[in-house]
């Protein structure tokens, strides 16, 4: 039997774990055995093969702590992992050596422990049930804005007015020097200050076709023109008012939008669509609430490590998204006026609410005894997978999320989910005890446990603090509708 370690530890404020490890006179005698022979395979020695050379003749060559220095790094990692197993302890993620010494051999080490969570008295968390209210009124101004995002630009028989788009030829001269000579030029008739010089959009309100007008403007003092101060003569010929014209909203206009029968079936599924947004808004804001009173009944322990995974986590979320419009993280912060490093220490408070945030909501489904069945996973995984635009695509789904990371990640969603139920329950009121509740006891929670789409105070529920099965998925998405709602039209784009 191997002579045991010698090992003393002691817990830091910051959640991390000192360690200190010293061989015993027997380990250390094994330890330069060793190392002894792998310096005799590599060095030549004078009067002996590779590898032959005796223990003693090695080491008087060699010397102690030379021959000990050969071999700390490869026992160092030996050892630490039987200390681990002798103190029953799971580290977070590497530990840090802090002191080497080899008279007696002594690894002193900084161990980052799992981040923990105790729940406080998370039955009394209370809090008001979200409430959703659609009115007509509501419908009415989506259909106003869908009307106005499909507005048209036609020709009209009447004096130009400001919102206009009008169609001159045009001679300008400040001087002696000609600064426009245009025809069949097109104006938008902003007004104000607005226009390609104060007081010229204004100068053809009233005008109709075939109108002709001389008008006289003044660039101001502090114009970068080489003109300003100086007073420029304009005449100018209309030759058509065009004014935008909107659809109206009736039941043509509803077909126009996707496949409804009328205005009726048009105004029905705006209704719905406008129930479906606010509830989730409203579900969103309650669940961030109750995770927010969870965390603050609740007290946590974490290593400095644990931030900066969330940081690289959030991080990694930014750059999925930005990459979907074209940019790299780092052009899209230099156009924020920030660096990565910057921007990582600004998400510091964020992520450490997050943390918390998910540690309290892993503890509470520990707590409630939530678990998820191979089932769930399974028809969650087809859920998703079923929403893909072709059975190629819905191939690639499946292999990925069947994958053992695949697979983990979508049960972490689905048990945050479950857990976000359960909450929802105790906080509207009083709730059923769960029969596998485990009352709030507290205990550590480990990376694997943590759910993936929990929300965190400052955050709504659905957003995901990991990527959900769906990102990791790449986007597979909701299945497309065949109709489009009001909302979501694309407006006309304008130009001058």
Known sequence: MAEPLIISTSKSADHQLDMTIQLGPERTEEALHRAARQVSQRAKIRGFRPGKAPYA??????GRDALLSQIMEEIGDEIYKEALEVEHIEPYGRADLEDLKTDPVTFKLVVPLQPEAHLGDYRSIRVAAPEVNVTDADVDAVLERAADQRKTVQAVERAAA?????????????????????????????????????????????????????????YPEDSASRYRGQEATFHATLKEVRAKAR?????EFA??????ADLAALRAETLEEITRQRTTEAEDDFNGKAVEALVEGATFGYPAAAVDDMIHEMLGELEARVSRVGYNLQDFLRLQGMTVEGYHE??????????????????????????VTPEEGQAEMDRIAGAAADEGRATSIRQTLGSESGQRLINRDLRAQKALVRLHEI??????ESAEAGGAESRAVGRAEAPAAE????????SPALPGPEELAESAGKKKRPKKNPSEQESTPSSR
């Open 57 to 62: 003749t090695v080491l008087r060559m060699f």
């Open 162 to 218: 400001l919102g206009d788009t009008v169609i001159v030829d045009i001679h300008g001269a400040a001087g002696d020097d000609t600064i426009m000579d245009n025809q069949d030029w097109e104006v938008a008739l902003e007004g104000g200050v607005s226009g390609w010089l104060p007081g010229f959009d204004d100068a053809f309100v009233g005008m109709v076709a075939g109108d002709e007008r001389t008008f006289t403007l003044k």
């Open 247 to 251: 659809p109206a909203i009736d039941d």
């Open 255 to 260: 077909r126009s939008l996707g496949d409804y």
């Open 346 to 371: 600004e998400l510091r408070p964020t992520a450490e609410r997050r943390l918390k945030g998910r540690l309290a909501l892993a503890e509470f489904a520990n707590a409630e005894g939530i678990t």
């Open 427 to 432: 906080a509207v009121g009083p709730a059923p």
């Open 455 to 462: 929300p965190v105070a400052g955050e709504t529920a659905r």
